[in-house]
T-cell receptor, first 112, second 112 residues
Framework: AQSVTQLDSHVSVSEGTPVLLRCNYS??????LFWYVQHPNKGLQLLLK??????LVKGINGFEAEFKKSETSFHLTKPSAHMSDAAEYFC??????????FGAGTRLFVKA | DTEVTQTPKHLVMGMTNKKSLKCEQH?????MYWYKQKAKKPPELMFV???????INESVPSRFSPECPNSSLLNLHLHALQPEDSALYLC???????????FGPGTRLTVL
């Protein structure tokens, strides 16, 4: 069965410090992987995507993610957190079927 | 134009009302989706349209009725809803099932 696991339900960082949001996936096939961000009462915005090209993917707003097939991971990082990064983050997998698989989400808190 | 629009932004309805949610995209995408999102949860897929034909219905109650009049429009007709149907309803579109989905801002639905 295919699944996406976000290892932390909440992450709290101080402004200006690095961010790490962890995501593992399980799939019989090589999936397309995505990170989305959702601010309160808003829709989801795509941060970045992996589709079997470069394993290090750069996204918007300074976010990056690295696809590691051996670890089945796709962790999201940012060198320096900003207050505006406080939001819910979803790791998402698409294995080519109709269904898109969402992780449970990680709430990022950024302290001043 | 890389935007998915949804109307209305907010909707309050009684259990005997009939209402509709609307979604529009002009990116030439051929797949469109309806999701339901409860607080602090990831979006749950309700319906998928591919080339204006319903491809997936995730066993959604018949009080929700989707309609895809053309490749740019997607409606969700609501009738005899229950208070537990109160949620954020998100529309999304994608070029195909392998690519990223673009989400609208959502409609916040409250059923009294």
């Amino acid at each position: 069965a295919q699944s996406v696991t976000q290892l932390d339900s909440h992450v709290s960082v101080s402004e200006g410090t690095p961010v790490l949001l962890r995501c593992n996936y399980s799939s019989s096939y090589s999936p397309s992987l995505f990170w989305y961000v959702q601010h309160p009462n808003k829709g989801l915005q795509l941060l970045l995507k992996y589709t079997s090209a470069a394993t290090l993917v750069k996204g918007i707003n300074g976010f990056e993610a690295e696809f590691k097939k051996s670890e089945t991971s796709f962790h999201l990082t940012k060198p320096s957190a900003h207050m505006s990064d406080a939001a819910e983050y979803f790791c998402v997998a698409n294995t080519g079927g109709f269904k898109t698989i969402f992780g449970a989400g990680t709430r990022l808190f950024v302290k001043a | 134009d890389t935007e998915v629009t949804q109307t209305p932004k907010h909707l309050v309805m009684g259990m005997t009302n009939k209402k509709s949610l609307k979604c529009e995209q002009h990116m030439g995408h051929r797949a469109m989706y309806w999701y339901k999102q409860k607080a602090k949860k990831p979006p749950e897929l309700m319906f998928v349209y591919s080339y204006e034909k319903l491809s997936i219905n995730e066993s959604v109650p018949s009080r929700f009725s989707p309609e895809c009049p053309n490749s740019s429009l997607l409606n969700l007709h609501l009738h005899a809803l229950q208070p537990e149907d109160s949620a954020l309803y998100l529309c999304a579109s994608s070029q195909d099932f392998y690519n990223e989905q673009f989400f609208g801002p959502g409609t916040r639905l409250t059923v009294l």
